[in-house]
């Protein structure tokens, strides 16, 4: 019933900008932690960003802070991952996934989407 599906990725020069989507349904994200998480080639998933809706505690792999923002918006039942001034090592699946605590420990997670492709070329 708990389902999240990622959209918004593709093909960006470094410097530019993506917006990702995780669209949830069967609950309702005050319910739910949020996480963001991304696989390149040859490495291991690695958490990117979190939120709790229900606290607004938000996280932030140092990787990425200062780049990436993420936010809720319950109405849509949306979690959005806004990602600025993108590099070259951004390149990965991304993954949304709901879980139970706040954290970027992929492991803590219990229902993931499939993922959508980032690429940033040089």
């Known amino acids: 019933e708990v389902q999240v599906v990622e959209s918004g990725g593709g093909l960006v020069q470094a410097g530019g900008s993506l917006r990702l989507s995780c669209a949830a349904s069967?609950?309702?994200?005050?319910?739910?932690?949020i996480g963001w998480f991304r696989q390149a080639p040859g490495k291991e998933r690695e958490g990117v960003s979190c939120?709790?809706?229900?606290?607004?505690?938000?996280y932030y792999a140092d990787s990425v802070s200062g780049r990436f923002t993420i936010s809720s918006d319950n109405a849509k039942n949306t979690v959005y991952l806004q990602m600025n001034s993108l590099k070259p090592e951004d390149t990965a699946v991304y993954y949304c996934?709901?879980?139970?605590?706040?954290?970027?420990?992929?492991?803590?997670?219990?229902?993931w989407g499939q993922g959508t492709q980032v690429t940033v070329s040089s």
């Open positions: 939120i709790s809706s229900r606290t607004g505690d938000r």
């Open positions: 996934a709901a879980g139970g605590i706040v954290t970027i420990d992929p492991d803590l997670y219990d229902h």
């Open positions: 069967g609950f309702i994200l005050d319910d739910y932690a």
